[in-house]
Structures are given as structure tokens and as C-alpha cells.
């Protein structure tokens, strides 16, 4: 079991900046590849971004190319979201999750999730 617990949504401007935090415990953080996603109001969840188990790679979903980055300390057994010009429709509640298995964007293809953070951006 892999417990994920996220960290610091909030309510932010439109152009701002937010850095979310995931703190996994449980079973080795290292041996598993981090996806972000979110889900809006009405929507399916989605892909944000991922990294793998090494750091090495890293994937991003394109409405968030060159806006957000995605990174991982494994010695802290965390992964980190830095979301940076924010838009309203970035708006949801962002989940992360963790996979032992190969890189996807696929979010059933998970095993594990955080209860999620929610963060909101107003215009």
C-alpha cells in the first residue's frame, strides 16, 4: 500500500502561481512512476502531468506546457507541482496518484490516490 496525501491548493488569481505538494508513505516512493490529475465540476477526471520513478522523464498534459512542472525528491518521498500563470480554468481538485507499472496518462490505470486539494482561480 502506498499512502498519498496532497498539500497546498487554495484560492489564487488569475496569473498566479501555487505549488502543490504530494507526501507518499508506505511502500517504496522510488519504485513508482507520480501522475497529476484534476476534475472539474461536470467533468472527467484528466491528465495534468507525470514523472518517472527516477525523475528523469517527465510528461505534461498541453494545457499546462510551459506553465506547470512537475517534480519529485525521493529522499523526501514527495512529488511536487509548481503551477505557475494561473487560469480560471485551471480550476478543479488535483489528485495525485502512483503507479508501478510503465508511464501512462491513463488515470484508471493507477494503483494508488490522494484524497485530492482543491484549487481555484478567479478572474
Known amino acids: 500500500q502506498v499512502q498519498l496525501v496532497e498539500s497546498g491548493g487554495g484560492l489564487v488569481q488569475a496569473g498566479g502561481s501555487l505549488r502543490l505538494s504530494c507526501a507518499a508513505s508506505?511502500?517504496?516512493?522510488?519504485?513508482?512512476?507520480m501522475g497529476w490529475f484534476r476534475q472539474a465540476p461536470g467533468n472527467q477526471r484528466e491528465f495534468v502531468a507525470l514523472?518517472?520513478?527516477?525523475?528523469?522523464?517527465?510528461y505534461y498534459a498541453d494545457s499546462v506546457m510551459g506553465r506547470f512542472t512537475i517534480s519529485r525528491d525521493n529522499a523526501k518521498n514527495t512529488v511536487y507541482l509548481q503551477m505557475n500563470s494561473l487560469k480560471p480554468e485551471d480550476t478543479a481538485v488535483y489528485y495525485c496518484?502512483?503507479?508501478?507499472?510503465?508511464?501512462?496518462?491513463?488515470?484508471?490505470?493507477?494503483?494508488?490516490w490522494g484524497q485530492g486539494t482543491q484549487v481555484t482561480v478567479s478572474s
Open positions: 508506505g511502500r517504496t516512493f522510488e519504485n513508482y512512476n
Open positions: 514523472i518517472r520513478w527516477s525523475g528523469g522523464s517527465t
Open positions: 496518484a502512483a503507479r508501478a507499472g510503465y508511464t501512462t496518462t491513463a488515470w484508471d490505470a493507477y494503483d494508488y
